[in-house]
């Protein structure tokens, strides 16, 4: 039946893509029109664009930079219309799912959670800031990337912040080893050093606390005061360079690399059990599709001809036949279990229907385009020597570039775009767009040729913007030579093969860095200002108590938590790892010594656990591809 | 015969040990004799002292710390002697190996050309020494390391070294793309910043030509000048940020995972090799000793004791009894030649002979150790609140040492005593060492206990190296509670397990630091000049190029190249690599600008190349464990 069929068509699509909702509801006529309007690609993107201008709010609300400053309602209505959108969501998913799956899922009880915390923190802070109340905090804003985590579409990031929650407790007790060997030295150095009266270079007292103490060996641990944190002691004594020595070598050689070990290896583990858990799906999918399709065992070729109609009406006959002959490769006009499983993997493959191999000029201009010069020049443009022709003038402009000879560039830029209507010409438009760097070339040539024009047709001169990017693209140029070395290719195809991977670990670093961001506005706003960059003569950055640290010598002033993106600059520092502990003390400084607290979180949580899972990430890639 | 029986134990003792120099030589009874007295113990220890010398040299050379400053003549003549020695090892090497094998081995070779170009170096040296001339410069120094890796007793170094030396052909393009990136971002940023006269905090010009642009954006991929190489772009205009955040993700968290990745691959690949080497060794090895023992086919129970009785004269009749029904489990009286394989591996395990369970006190007082309340005492030693109540007791003495309060000392180190002596009681001196832990337990309040009491006794108050020793040896107890947790336990002992290959690394690392060392100490030495540590009032360390700069500010004249020991200390720095550009820049003022290319090439081979093979092996180390 035309139900029966559309349902084998949604189980094969999910089996595809990884969803598995549809093994969480009855699947009556009804639901299987609510799931597939709730699954659908509108749905998808209104959520992702929802989703993006809830999170972007945080550029509006106080602290805000002064040109995005708005009053506080307007974000907080756009707020409640976002919540009322994930309202909508979850009730859709309520009206075709199972009760009993969806008040068991951790996913959509983490949701709806958010949302009544969202909505009681919007309802009191708007209470507070009517009646004139001091103090309102919008403390529910730091767990907006719950809800980008949680949602049923975000399957990709949840994997990848899945395997860093489960590695937590693999590595805890390595973690709690290292703490209490940075707890016993740290005592050491200050029964060592605390009692000689010794100072730092910039006059800090050394070592004169234990906290103090606790807190420079962690900074060493994470390289970032190295070697200052030991000269006082090497100027002292020099065998006293000694204790720091191996003390770098347990805390930073040794641990760090068995936490790097024990994460990789916990990794690895859950990877495994991932892959498992998700081929266990798709085969659970794909054996209700064949329930569905298969008559007497065997699905016949109408069948599969007709669940297609559904699946993909935009293939052409020619392309279902093919498939059909992967799928069957011994002909006998039916397909076992196993035979339809492969389906699955089949429709991920990429299968583009060369319609016409005759390129547009052929067509318009046949006897040109077969004439001798012709055919000889697409000869030419196929051969090595005119790819190193290219080559060698990219080197020679990259050098043009870096002595200013600018009056070459029209040239070059001449030469290039030859090129690249030579090799449009020769290959046909089709094919020529179809390599990725030839794509890179257009864009970065033809960019560069727009804005000279503009340039030159306008007579604007002053406009850096434009000069920047005009720059920028003149560069980019050079990254093309890349793809002519043979290992330089290797090395790039296997970066690019797990790009889509490493994007999802971005969108997993960009909810931690959200989550601190927003925190950090909480505490820190307005701590610190800006103050004009004036090399040499340090200011305070708008506080006294600053005057003569570290922070105001270097005129870290614009690193500040004023507004989202200084704060997200500032984690970006601190994700660096070095001068943290000037950032540190800084704020430490302008509140209490607490705030050091904040800052070894981060480091915990964004470069001890997030840099290494991704390292153990790209570690277990590279593994899988050689 | 006797010969016969002399061979194949030496073909045994070399598959347990590893040795594969008995494969090549021709097994004459003369060779066998030369061969075995090559590979006997006292030549080795002989060996090790000469090659200690030898490295210690660089202690007197100059320059030298003052106190150890002597005439050159002393040092070069000991070095002479050293080099005799090893000519000696290597004609005694020659007099029994085959000719053929001898000139075509690369360490040999390298063995021969060190002790060269050692030669003449100290002959031109001394001649120009003796003749006045100037400039004389011993630079066959840095060599030695060389003689240290092509030893044949320094296997596990080679192996190591080895990983290193074939890591490089497989990184090299990752390398290489690299350097390429760096610098096509240096041009992008000397562009981009170079024009606009921005400067450091420190006053220094913003990317004002291409080669500094270069430099500090290598200085950016190890994080050393972050987050102050972004703050001028950033005070200038904020969206400029972004650039080096571009630059920060693909050079620092892309590139060099994937280094790590591409060394790790590489390690792995060539760690399978080299255990497929070394079996197919061992297995030639032992078929020969199994054609020279078996007849007929087999081993007998006669041969194999003859073999044992000069393989391991010390092993009594019961200990080879055990041994050979390990290897005849089927109790047939003969050996297979798979059967013997086995032997290599047994004769690896580490078997205590218990010859008396008696303890000694029991032996001299059986009526009082068999007394209800003696054995009562041994049955609480031996239970779980014993050794809690001694935990917790160390917890609180970990407090009173943190807050000074020395004056229960005294109890606490009774206390700690009366446990020792306790265990000992209960356990048998023999059990009690043979427990780490104890052992550690013993040293710790054992060396407490004889300071205290010197201490007490001479009434010595002011000796620091005394009180600094009895300081570490009271808060080294703490580490004893790390055996009392089950997880830090099995940490604890993956790493103990691996400790002899960390210290093989190490070796490696002593290499790498010597050669650099030796290098830098001929460049550097003088130009930077021991000035006294003064919190807040910087010198110039005796060069007024220095005034000003980042280098005389943090009071860096400590990290000099005056002696080894603080060229040694100044590597150490640069390997944990914080500040290194700082350094790096001290001493390109105070002689060229070439200065950085010591500094970045240290970086590459020790940071890059070094500790990355090091994380690559406590990888696959944990994976092997797991
Ligand atoms: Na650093």
Chains 1, 2 share one sequence.
């Not at 923190?121 to 309102?136: L, Y």
């Not at 703490?179 to 030295?185: D, E, G, P």
């Not at 055919?375 to 030419?380: D, E, I, K, M, T």
């Not at 800006?530 to 570290?550: E, I, N, S, V, Y």
Request: proline share 4%; with cysteine; net charge positive.
């Amino acid at each position: 039946s035309k139900h029966e069929l559309l349902l084998a068509a949604t189980y094969i699509e999910d089996a595809r893509s990884g969803w598995k909702l549809s093994l969480h509801f009855d699947p009556s006529p009804r639901n299987l029109s609510y799931y597939l309007a709730f699954r659908s690609a509108w749905g998808k993107y209104l959520l992702y664009l929802v989703l993006a201008v809830h999170m972007a709010l945080a550029l509006f609300e106080e602290p805000a930079l002064r040109t995005l400053q708005v009053n506080y309602l307007y974000p907080a209505c756009v707020e409640l219309f976002c919540v009322a959108f994930y309202v909508y969501r979850c009730l859709h998913l309520l009206s075709f799912t199972s009760h009993g799956w969806f008040w068991k899922d951790v996913k959509n009880l983490a949701v709806i959670s958010v949302i009544l915390l969202t909505i009681i923190d919007i309802v009191v802070f708007m209470g507070m800031k009517e009646t004139g109340a001091v103090g309102g905090v919008r403390w529910s804003r730091p767990l907006r990337p719950l809800l980008m985590i949680n949602i049923p579409e975000s399957r990709q990031i949840r994997r990848a912040w899945r395997s860093v929650s489960r590695t937590l407790p693999d590595v805890a007790g390595t973690m709690v080893l290292f703490v209490l060997n940075l707890l016993l030295f740290a005592l050491m150095a200050y029964k060592l050093f605390g009692s000689r009266g010794l100072k730092y270079a910039n006059g800090r007292p050394y070592f004169s606390t234990y906290q103090d103490s606790v807190f420079d060996l962690y900074v060493l641990v994470t390289t970032a005061n190295s070697p200052d944190v030991m000269m006082p002691a090497l100027n002292a004594s020099p065998p006293m360079f000694l204790f720091f020595v191996v003390f770098v070598l347990i805390s930073l050689y040794l641990f760090m690399n068995v936490i790097l070990a024990v994460i990789y290896n916990s990794y690895r583990k859950h990877l495994k059990k991932d892959v498992q858990t998700a081929v266990a799906a798709r085969r659970l999918l794909m054996s209700r599709a064949f329930s569905l399709l298969g008559r007497g065992g065997a699905v016949l070729r109408d069948d599969y001809v007709r669940v297609m109609a559904v699946l993909r009406p935009e293939h052409g006959t020619q392309l279902v036949d093919i498939l059909w002959r992967v799928l069957d490769p011994h002909g006998d006009g039916m397909l076992g279990e196993r035979d339809l499983y492969q389906l699955a993997d089949l429709l991920n493959v990429r299968v583009t229907e060369v319609k016409d191999r005759v390129t547009l000029l052929e067509r318009l201009f046949p006897s040109c385009f077969n004439s001798r010069p012709a055919v000889l020049v697409r000869r030419v443009v196929r051969q090595r020597p005119f790819r190193l022709f290219f080559d060698l003038l990219i080197v020679v402009n990259a050098i043009t570039i870096a002595v200013d000879a600018d009056q070459a560039e029209w040239a070059f830029l001449a030469a290039f775009i030859l090129e690249i209507l030579l090799k449009m010409y020769a290959f046909g438009f089709r094919e020529f767009f179809d390599k990725l760097w030839n794509m890179f070339d257009f864009v970065v040539i033809g960019g560069a040729f727009l804005i000279s024009v503009v340039r030159a047709s306008t007579g604007l001169q002053g406009n850096t913007l434009v000069l920047d990017v005009l720059l920028l693209f003149r560069c980019l140029r050079v990254v093309k030579l890349m793809d002519s070395v043979a290992i330089f290719r290797a090395v790039l195809r296997t970066i690019a093969s797990f790009s889509r991977s490493i994007v999802t670990y971005g969108g997993v670093l960009f909810c931690v860095f959200y989550f601190f961001a927003l925190i950090g506005m909480e505490l820190f706003a307005d701590r610190v200002m800006w103050a004009p960059f004036r090399p040499g003569r340090p200011t305070d950055c708008g506080d006294r108590l600053l005057k003569d640290t570290d922070f105001s010598r270097l005129q870290y002033c614009a690193n500040n938590f004023n507004s989202l993106p200084a704060a997200l600059a500032v984690l970006f520092e601190l994700m660096v790892v070095n001068q943290w502990h000037v950032l540190a003390d800084g704020y430490a400084a302008v509140t209490t010594q607490w705030a050091r607290l904040y800052f070894v979180a981060f480091h915990l949580c964004c470069v001890v656990l997030l840099l290494n899972i991704f390292t153990a990430f790209i570690l277990e890639a590279f593994i899988l591809e050689f």
